[in-house]
């Protein structure tokens, strides 16, 4: 449907495209956001350089890896050293609130609209922020949520109270071996719920989530839409990115906004009813709110 080559359409964000989006975002009839990571970096969850050394200085210097991604995926020796990294990750990432409130600041630009959030985070940001749980699909899954490895039936599992237990007894990275999480069902080591294969679980929850935002589109066809893109990339396009292009380019009443540092893009099919912002999203938020 598209061109293979996008254009972007931003060259700094002007006063003119701020303004633009405040006057869509007023007269929108829904707003459904779509956030990537770039969202949860402009909050402060950056996985790297000092708030990686912060809480992982002593795997850096013992297993060598620099910055939080590498680290969940580095080939322990032992399911005793795997849980004492993941969980300190679960932890810092999913029970500890973003260092800044980007979050909260874009609940209250939108809490007054009918509104509908997609998200690919896994970080549980937007319910913490005090978003309505019925108006949120995590569509990859959650870092407070096991499941098993197999696995070997459709369910997840809430992880608090592990992860904490985990982070409270772990001595030279390592967790006790009883607190190895198992499946309560074949007893095989549990993992986390996030889709990284074919093994990721979308249990009754997750369908529920899905069925909602189906229903939601479904109800606002050929209104006055906001299509709000913060922070995608283009590692899954397939799930925020090109499905926005697309309802879009259906619907003369829609508008798509793309706010993210270095990708802010659009096809020329939609050119006329974007605004692209190659900015900090949290900078953007603020000045919406002032106006």
């Not at 904490?164 to 309560?184: F, H, V």
Request: net charge neutral.
């Amino acid at each position: 449907m598209f061109l293979k080559t996008s254009t972007s359409k931003s060259t700094g964000n002007s006063l003119r495209q701020i303004e633009q989006l405040k006057s869509a975002l007023d007269k929108a009839d829904a707003v459904v956001i779509g956030a990537g990571a770039g969202l949860s970096t402009s909050a402060g969850f950056v996985y790297n350089g000092e708030r990686f050394r912060k809480y992982f200085s002593d795997f850096e210097a013992k297993y060598g890896f620099r910055d939080m991604y590498s680290g969940g995926f580095y080939p322990y020796d032992t399911l005793e050293e795997h849980w004492a990294y993941w969980s300190r990750y679960i932890y810092v990432n999913r029970y500890v609130d973003a260092p800044k409130p980007v979050y909260q600041e874009l609940l209250s630009l939108v809490k007054d609209k009918d509104y509908f959030v997609l998200t690919t985070n896994v970080d549980h940001c937007f319910q913490k922020a005090g978003f309505d749980k019925k108006r949120l699909f995590y569509t990859q899954g959650d870092y407070g949520l096991f499941q098993c490895s197999e696995p070997c039936h459709q369910k997840n599992y809430d992880n608090e109270d592990i992860v904490r237990q985990m982070i409270k007894q772990q001595r030279d990275m390592k967790i006790p071996s009883e607190l190895i999480p198992r499946c309560p069902v074949c007893g095989k080591p549990m993992t986390m719920n996030l889709r990284s294969d074919d093994t990721f679980v979308e249990d009754e929850g997750w369908h529920r989530a899905a069925e909602r935002y189906s229903l939601f589109l479904r109800r606002h066809e050929g209104m006055q839409t906001l299509f709000l893109e913060l922070g995608v990339g283009y590692n899954t396009p397939v799930i925020i990115k090109y499905p926005f292009w697309q309802m879009t380019a259906k619907n003369p009443k829609a508008t798509f906004a793309c706010i993210n540092s270095g990708e802010a893009l659009c096809p020329k099919e939609i050119e006329r009813q974007s605004i692209c912002m190659d900015a900090d999203i949290g900078d953007i938020i603020n000045q919406l709110k002032e106006m």
